[in-house]
């Protein structure tokens, strides 16, 4: 993206997280924060499951294995490859996916993210609290 004054724009990777479940979605949300300390640049949204899907097989250059049923979407602080390498270090409940500004398809989501519904997750956090 581009100011008027021709000034870049950082481009945030955004990270698609996709699931049979919503409730798994939420916790691999979480589990980027705690376990692989993934920054979101934003909250992060509800994606329709069909569009996750699509990003998959434009990402990966593969057929889609299974549909999800559930997805999120979430700018995030780190560059893709800092964050892939996190990313493999856990073991989340849900299929992650970082896209970058190099792929096709990263313009369309990203352009999309302030459409779609935000999702709070301070409840979904709760479970990462220790009691005293």
Do not use: Q, W
Not at 17 to 40: E, P, Q
Not at 62 to 85: F, H, Q, Y
Request: glycine share 0%; proline share 7%.
């Amino acid at each position: 993206m581009m100011f008027e004054d021709d000034r870049e724009e950082f481009m945030h990777p955004i990270a698609i997280v996709r699931s049979d479940d919503k409730n798994k979605v939420n916790t691999a949300l979480c589990d980027l924060i705690k376990y692989a300390r993934i920054s979101f640049s934003d909250n992060p949204r509800t994606m329709d499951p069909e569009v996750a899907d699509e990003i998959l097989v434009d990402v990966m250059n593969k057929p889609l294995k299974n549909t999800c049923c559930a997805a999120a979407a979430v700018s995030i602080r780190e560059d893709a490859g800092t964050a892939i390498n996190r990313l493999r270090k856990i073991h989340p409940p849900a299929h992650i996916i970082i896209v970058s500004p190099k792929y096709n398809k990263y313009a369309e989501v990203a352009s999309r993210i302030p459409h779609m519904p935000e999702i709070n997750l301070t409840v979904d956090l709760s479970r990462h609290l220790t009691k005293k």
